[in-house]
């Protein structure tokens, strides 16, 4: 007998725990606070991996691959770094059956590894820009850990790059942030807000961090991805010099940008429901699950070389589509388990197609089909399938996308009055628009008080934060407002 899935509106946390838990993408490992990604999860991963990975080599950056570990010198060098970063790092002493001479940190970022090669390889302004991402894992020590969203080990990539110029520098740290927005939405169908982090929340050691924002289901938010301008910031801790067109040695201007295996909880928290996954076309390897209901012997071959014929159609439908992906078919021949368990689960699984054909559909020409999303049985005709099956994933891909964003809009808010926020973020929370007067203490104070924290500040189409009229949210003043979004978050 299967297990129950908790409802969302019951207990949104364990609703998470157990949709990760029972399709089967994640599991707690003996390492407290590290995850194994189960193959059902792992796929999404590779998904996400192959498809960013293009993106990102099409703004010209390339792979390379750097040690795990850093010594303990190197993140010292950059004072905020180290001050940001210490509290969460892994620290190896001893090795080799001794103490070693100097502790080796295992990454919770590269910047600092990555930079010791850059001052290395950099020696001109012909070497400019040099742009580096990376796929690795890292390790943040973390108190609290919940599977993708926050585990003490976890899958990303990480973009490092050197411009001759702070202008230049600045506009790569913002065009991937527009990297990630379309990743997110093209992609994931997690529909985000990009902006800037607050003083406070910035990466530690950048001059300005950009971010993307998701709304989940229980309306709180998720930081899904986050662009660094780090100036000049590592490349004077690491001598990062370059000789410059004006025969003068120079400062490389950097940034770094990076997402991680918590887009996939962020994916899940966005469109999965009671019944399972729901997963968005692009990240699935399977589209379609055909059932052919096997009960009748006499009729078994034909029901199953009917269901076979119809994967093929379907796959070459899927060829000669716009679709950017190959429709995967997977036609489920297992007699030792029953149709109505099998149904249950390629919905817990988050197929988004499921196909059930039986004699008797057979002998009317027909199948039933069902999208992952709606839930809804439709009889189709067996020749029309393939094309229904084609608009039916444009479609999901679409619709899914749309639906957050209308969720979305229904739960942010704009709002003045601190009294107000504070009883609206309990109930019915959601994100809050308001004016703040850009101070670290009326930040620190909301923070303290509702547990509520500057999630970005939106951008004009110059990139600055929109400046906003009206009263901080928290001390009334009038002075150099900038629009703020307040939310609760992962
Ligand atoms: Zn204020």
Same mark, same amino acid.
């Given at each position: 007998?299967?297990?129950?899935?908790?409802?969302?509106?019951?207990?949104?946390?364990?609703?998470?725990?157990?949709?990760?838990?029972?399709?089967?993408?994640?599991?707690?490992?003996?390492?407290?606070?590290?995850?194994?990604?189960?193959?059902?999860?792992?796929?999404?991963?590779?998904?996400?991996?192959?498809?960013?990975?293009?993106?990102?080599?099409?703004?010209?950056?390339?792979?390379?691959?750097?040690?795990?570990?850093?010594?303990?010198?190197?993140?010292? *060098?950059?004072?905020?770094?180290?001050?940001?970063?210490?509290?969460?790092?892994?620290?190896?002493?001893?090795?080799?059956?001794?103490?070693?001479?100097?502790?080796?940190?295992?990454?919770?970022?590269?910047?600092?590894?990555?930079?010791?090669?850059?001052?290395?390889? @950099?020696?001109?302004?012909?070497?400019?820009?040099?742009?580096?991402?990376?796929?690795?894992?890292?390790?943040?020590?973390?108190?609290?850990?919940?599977?993708?969203?926050?585990?003490?080990?976890?899958?990303?990539?990480?973009?490092?790059?050197?411009?001759?110029?702070?202008?230049?520098?600045?506009?790569?740290?913002?065009?991937?942030?527009?990297?990630?927005?379309?990743?997110?939405?093209?992609?994931?169908?997690?529909?985000? @807000?990009?902006?800037?982090?607050?003083?406070?929340?910035?990466?530690?050691?950048? #001059?300005?961090? /950009?971010?993307?924002?998701?709304?989940?289901?229980?309306?709180?938010?998720?930081?899904?991805?986050?662009?660094?301008?780090?100036?000049?910031?590592?490349?004077?801790?690491?001598?990062?010099?370059?000789?410059?067109?004006?025969?003068?040695? *120079? #400062?490389?201007?950097?940034?770094?940008?990076?997402?991680?295996?918590?887009?996939?909880?962020?994916?899940?928290?966005?469109?999965?429901?009671?019944?399972?996954?729901?997963?968005?076309?692009?990240?699935?390897?399977?589209?379609?699950?055909?059932?052919?209901?096997?009960?009748?012997?006499?009729?078994?071959?034909?029901?199953?070389?009917?269901?076979?014929?119809?994967? *093929?159609?379907?796959?070459?439908?899927?060829?000669?589509?716009?679709?950017?992906?190959?429709?995967?078919?997977?036609?489920?021949?297992?007699?030792?388990?029953?149709?109505?368990?099998?149904?249950?689960? /390629?919905?817990?699984?988050?197929?988004?197609?499921?196909?059930?054909?039986?004699?008797?559909?057979?002998? *009317?020409?027909?199948?039933?089909?069902?999208?992952?999303?709606?839930?809804?049985?439709?009889?189709?005709?067996?020749?029309?399938?393939?094309?229904?099956?084609?608009?039916?994933?444009?479609?999901?891909?679409?619709?899914?996308?749309?639906?957050?964003?209308?969720?979305?809009?229904?739960?942010?808010?704009?709002?003045?009055?601190?009294?107000?926020?504070?009883?609206?973020?309990?109930?019915?929370?959601?994100?809050?628009?308001?004016?703040?007067?850009?101070?670290?203490?009326?930040?620190?104070?909301?923070?303290?008080?509702?547990?509520?924290? @500057?999630?970005?500040?939106?951008?004009?189409?110059?990139?600055?934060?929109?400046?906003?009229?009206?009263?901080?949210?928290?001390?009334?003043?009038?002075?150099?407002?900038?629009?703020?979004?307040?939310?609760?978050?992962?």
């Amino acid at each position: 007998m299967a297990e129950k899935i908790t409802p969302r509106d019951k207990d949104f946390s364990q609703w998470y725990q157990d949709v990760v838990l029972q399709a089967r993408l994640a599991d707690y490992s003996p390492v407290k606070g590290c995850m194994v990604i189960r193959p059902n999860g792992y796929s999404i991963w590779e998904q996400i991996h192959e498809n960013l990975d293009r993106r990102i080599k099409a703004t010209g950056a390339r792979n390379a691959y750097f040690p795990l570990f850093i010594p303990e010198s190197f993140l010292k *060098k950059e004072a905020e770094h180290v001050e940001g970063f210490a509290p969460q790092c892994a620290v190896v002493t001893y090795a080799g059956a001794k103490d070693l001479e100097e502790k080796l940190v295992v990454r919770p970022t590269s910047e600092t590894i990555i930079n010791s090669m850059f001052a290395k390889w @950099i020696q001109s302004y012909r070497d400019l820009p040099m742009m580096i991402n990376q796929w690795a894992n890292v390790v943040r020590w973390e108190m609290r850990t919940r599977l993708f969203l926050r585990t003490t080990e976890f899958l990303w990539q990480e973009g490092h790059t050197c411009h001759a110029t702070a202008d230049e520098a600045e506009v790569e740290a913002r065009k991937m942030l527009r990297v990630y927005v379309d990743f997110a939405e093209e992609v994931l169908a997690m529909p985000v @807000i990009a902006g800037l982090k607050s003083e406070s929340e910035k990466f530690a050691g950048a #001059l300005r961090t /950009y971010c993307i924002e998701a709304m989940m289901q229980d309306k709180k938010a998720l930081q899904a991805g986050t662009s660094h301008n780090l100036s000049t910031n590592f490349a004077k801790a690491f001598d990062t010099l370059f000789l410059d067109k004006d025969g003068k040695q *120079k #400062l490389v201007h950097q940034t770094s940008w990076g997402v991680s295996t918590r887009l996939i909880g962020g994916m899940i928290m966005t469109h999965s429901d009671d019944r399972g996954l729901v997963l968005p076309p692009r990240l699935a390897t399977t589209h379609v699950v055909i059932v052919p209901i096997l009960s009748n012997a006499s009729l078994k071959a034909d029901v199953l070389s009917a269901a076979e014929s119809l994967a *093929k159609s379907i796959q070459d439908a899927g060829a000669s589509s716009q679709l950017p992906y190959s429709v995967g078919v997977l036609v489920d021949q297992d007699e030792t388990k029953q149709p109505g368990w099998k149904f249950h689960e /390629y919905e817990l699984i988050g197929v988004p197609i499921r196909i059930e054909l039986g004699p008797r559909d057979l002998e *009317k020409g027909q199948i039933v089909m069902t999208r992952r999303d709606l839930g809804q049985k439709e009889v189709v005709l067996l020749g029309e399938v393939p094309q229904k099956v084609v608009r039916d994933l444009a479609a999901m891909q679409k619709e899914l996308l749309e639906k957050a964003r209308a969720f979305r809009e229904k739960n942010t808010f704009a709002v003045d009055d601190y009294s107000d926020f504070r009883k609206r973020i309990e109930e019915p929370g959601g994100f809050f628009m308001a004016a703040w007067c850009q101070s670290k203490s009326c930040e620190a104070k909301i923070k303290e008080e509702t547990k509520a924290t @500057i999630r970005c500040l939106p951008l004009d189409p110059d990139h600055q934060p929109i400046a906003e009229a009206g009263r901080c949210l928290a001390c009334s003043s009038t002075d150099s407002l900038v629009r703020a979004i307040f939310a609760r978050s992962y």
